[in-house]
Nanobody, 123 residues
Framework: QVQLVESGGGLVQPGGSLRLSCAAS????????????MGWYRQVPGKQRELVAD???????NYADDVKGRFTISRDTPKNTVYLQMSSLKPEDTAVYYC?????????????WGQGTQVTVSS
């Protein structure tokens, strides 16, 4: 059973930085990222969950337009961990951030989700 555990959320001032982590378990090391496309999504109350960034098994990076140049997704294969480095944070980045693992070609809803971590950007 695949499990994803996010960490690193919190309260930060506008212009600040945070790094989110998503630790994956339930499958052998070194094979997880070769099977699953990993993504970060976020959701605010009353709105749909939206893609922030994802990384393919081959390492191709994809970002939402409003985070390009500010956020960076990366992964550490030996640690089975995906990161989201967030810089120049804005109040509109406030949301619950979720980690997702899905097989290529399948929708995120078919994959695995973490429990979410709250990010609040406020002065």
């Amino acid at each position: 059973q695949v499990q994803l555990v996010e960490s690193g959320g919190g309260l930060v001032q506008p212009g600040g930085s945070l790094r989110l982590s998503c630790a994956a378990s339930g499958i052998a090391f070194s094979t997880f990222f070769s099977i699953y496309r990993m993504g970060w999504y976020r959701q605010v109350p009353g709105k749909q969950r939206e893609l922030v960034a994802d990384i393919s098994s081959g390492g191709y990076l994809n970002y939402a337009d409003d985070v390009k140049g500010r956020f960076t997704i990366s992964r550490d294969t030996p640690k089975n961990t995906v990161y989201l480095q967030m810089s120049s944070l804005k109040p509109e980045d406030t949301a619950v951030y979720y980690c997702n693992a899905r097989r290529p070609g399948n929708p995120p809803s078919s994959g695995y989700w973490g429990q979410g971590t709250q990010v609040t950007v406020s002065s």
